[in-house]
């Protein structure tokens, strides 16, 4: 999807100008038809915006995951009361404070009354409903079960949303204080080490070796420590575009995979959600390669999404699920083993809500203990760098004023 600026008019004449989220002009010119505008100009906004202006202009859309669960929630329960669709919409566009989210139902209302499908309106904004999300509406749509499936993708969406939160903040922690650390340790040796430097040389007395070392690490962040800093940010930021490429996603993903106590949080994390998506799908009707094939693109990690993929492909070939998946070390062996039964028995939805739930447990309790260890870890090891730092500095301090 792209943002064009559009310049138009009403039936009456009065002048319109704002945004429109599009696939490409041809489509926005349409959508504004739809509105019964006559269009006069429909330009890309961000076509002349360098990369970082546009990454941030995307950061701004204001639509977040908790919102979709809410409007999930709020249409089934509409659904329940038979409200009609396109009221349903408007009552939540109006009802919403996020102007991003009232212009996206205002838009999916229009193009249903435009006979448009439920499904067909809501992929027209790849950016709020992903082709998982969609496809669970078509499936809603064709089996008559809409309500069912918006209050199935609440509770969905309620349980991804909190395996996230709960995975990302045990994994920001340790670093949020790892950084905080390294920033205390950088002004340390840059502003205090110097000024006490000057004491020892100017007393003569013989320094430490350890002492030395310090003082040789203080001139150094003196010296050329901007230098770093700089070499450090533009580091970040070409590791950061790097990641935005199909390459730079699977090598940094199997990086991630592969670092020990991360890696094992991840590999959980991300079985649980896989399981978690082909259950929820199956189970609403969806079949079970295109189940594969939606789930390996909301999986959230280059390396499964690349196992998804290749397994989808030898099931095409008439290969079981099981045997496809039992290939790749990163599936675990009690998943493979769940879902060959669950394919034997033709209870295959089952097996994967059941491992859903398993792995979900696994990283709550795997968080749950890290957490508890991370906090007396990181002040021991907070200790130990400050205090060494220090004593190596002042002991020899201390040993000069016992002289006198």
């Known amino acids: 999807m792209a943002l064009f600026k559009y310049q138009a008019r009403t039936q009456s004449g009065e002048a319109k100008t704002g945004t429109i989220d599009a696939p490409n002009v041809e489509l926005a010119v349409s959508a504004l038809q739809r509105r019964l505008l006559i269009v006069i100009s429909v330009e890309p906004l961000d076509a002349d915006l360098p ?5 941030i202009l995307a950061l701004g859309g204001g639509i977040k995951l908790r919102d979709v669960v809410i409007l999930s929630r709020q249409l089934a329960t509409l659904f329940q009361a038979r409200i ?58 064709e089996s008559g079960k809409l309500e069912e499936i918006f209050a199935y993708l609440a509770e969905y969406l309620e349980r991804n949303y909190e395996l996230i939160s709960k995975t990302r903040n045990a994994l920001i922690y340790p670093a949020f204080v790892f950084t ?108 079970v390669l295109r189940s594969l094939e939606l789930s390996g693109e909301v999986v959230g990690s280059a390396v499964f999404k690349q196992i998804i993929r290749e397994t989808a492909e030898a099931v095409k070939g008439g290969v079981p699920i099981s045997e496809a998946l039992s290939r790749y070390k990163d599936m675990p062996a009690l998943v493979v083993q769940m879902i060959k039964i669950g394919e034997e028995t033709g209870k295959l939805d089952f097996m994967l809500k059941t491992m859903a ?48």
Not at 383 to 403: D, H, W
């Open 84 to 141: 009609p669709v396109v009221d349903s919409l408007k009552v939540l566009a109006a009802e919403t404070t996020k102007p991003r989210l009232r212009e996206v139902l205002n838009e999916v209302s229009q193009d249903i009354q435009g006979g448009l499908s439920i499904a067909q309106s809501f992929s027209r904004h790849p950016d709020v409903f992903s082709s998982f999300y969609v496809n669970m509406v078509r499936s809603g749509e």
């Open 180 to 287: 905080v650390f390294i920033a205390v340790m950088a002004l340390m040796l840059a502003f205090v080490i110097p000024q006490i430097t000057v004491i020892l040389v100017e007393s003569g007395a013989e320094i430490p070796f350890y002492t030395r070392v310090v003082m040789g690490l203080s001139e150094f962040m003196r010296r050329f420590g901007i230098v770093l800093l700089f070499l450090l940010a533009g580091a970040g930021v070409m590791l950061w575009r790097y990641s935005k490429t199909e390459k730079g996603k699977f090598v940094l993903s199997r990086f991630a995979l592969d670092t020990p106590i991360v890696g094992n949080i991840l590999h959980k994390f991300y079985v649980a959600r896989l399981t978690d998506n082909l259950e929820t799908l199956i189970a609403g009707g969806v079949t």
């Open 357 to 404: 739930r398993f792995y979900r447990r696994e990283v709550e309790n795997t968080v749950d203990s890290l957490v508890g260890l991370i906090e007396p870890i990181m002040i021991i090891f907070l200790g130990l760098g400050v205090g060494i730092l220090v004593v190596s500095v002042l002991m020899p301090i201390y040993n000069l004023s016992s002289a006198l």
């Open 51 to 55: 990369w970082y202006k546009k990454e």
